[in-house]
């Protein structure tokens, strides 16, 4: 049985959180996003603007969340952009094809996606000037072939409290990684948390949220294990056995594929 990851943290791994109203920090953000068209239709879509002070007035450039927003922000903080936020199901995803890479909903049959198996408990999105190369062979445990990545942005897992919003760009820790093999394409999972977020304060690599939140990364793992079968898919498999990478493995991966995006985009 699926049980979402925010209860599992509260009730499994026995935290006492007071009530209290999450508020994302927007002040200081310097990207925006601005969403145009109907949400759930095929014409939507989620530009990123940069803004800049200059002088009195602010200057807003528009920019490709994939290619334009450093993916660092210093030695232990990195940049992700959210595509898919907690509690919703609507298959978000950067558009690698249009002009400034915008946010839409991914259609496939001629339909809008959703996830069958549920609303996603965490937030969901990619890492910033990242690639997993299909030219590279990425391995995925001992005895077993490499195998190609899957040409998209590195995944990420954002397991922070509260909502994040299409488009929002969010300061994060690297806690660790899972690797998803799809369509036998590699496709990472980065499991991170907001370092403004109350959980940030508590997790600083895998092993924090494994001894603080028991059972949490099992439910995980089941969750993206089975959750094609609600669409009459097959299950998911796992590289390494679907264990989980330690914090300094899955910053190897990240580092990696932005090496992968650097030389296929030709960036400096």
């Keep these: 049985m699926y049980v979402d990851f925010l209860v599992l943290l509260l009730l499994v791994g026995g935290w006492e959180v007071t009530a209290q109203k999450v508020v994302l920090n927007t002040t200081s ?3 925006i996003a601005e969403p145009e068209g109907t949400p759930y239709t095929k014409g939507y879509r989620v530009y990123l603007w940069k803004v800049t002070s200059s002088g009195p007035t602010p200057h807003q450039t528009k920019v490709s969340p994939w290619h334009d927003i450093p993916m660092q922000v210093s030695l232990e903080r990195y940049r992700v952009v959210c ?34 198996w549920g609303d996603l408990a965490f937030n969901y999105g990619m890492i910033p000037q990242t690639y997993e190369d299909p030219d590279h062979l990425f391995p995925i445990g001992d005895n077993q072939p490499a195998i190609p990545g899957d040409g998209d942005p590195v995944d990420i897992i954002e397991i922070g409290l509260g909502q994040l919003t299409t488009g929002e760009v969010a300061e994060v820790r690297i806690l660790g990684a899972l690797g998803m093999i799809d369509d036998n394409e590699m496709d990472w999972k980065i499991i991170v948390v907001r370092v403004d977020n109350l959980l940030g304060n508590a997790f600083h690599c895998i092993e924090d949220v494994f001894n603080k939140a028991s059972g949490a990364l099992e439910e995980l793992r089941e969750w993206w294990r089975v959750y094609k079968v609600a669409a009459g898919g097959k ?26 995006w650097k030389k296929k985009f030709g960036a400096v």
Excluded: C
């Design 29 to 31: 953000h310097v990207y």
């Design 83 to 116: 595509e898919i936020p907690a509690w919703t199901r609507a298959k978000f995803e950067v558009n690698k094809d249009e002009m400034y890479n915008p946010i839409f909903q991914d259609v496939k049959d001629g339909k809008l996606r959703y996830y069958a």
């Design 235 to 260: 299950e998911t498999k796992f590289a390494f056995n679907g264990e989980y990478l330690d914090a300094a493995e899955a910053k190897e991966i990240v580092h990696l594929s932005h090496d992968l």
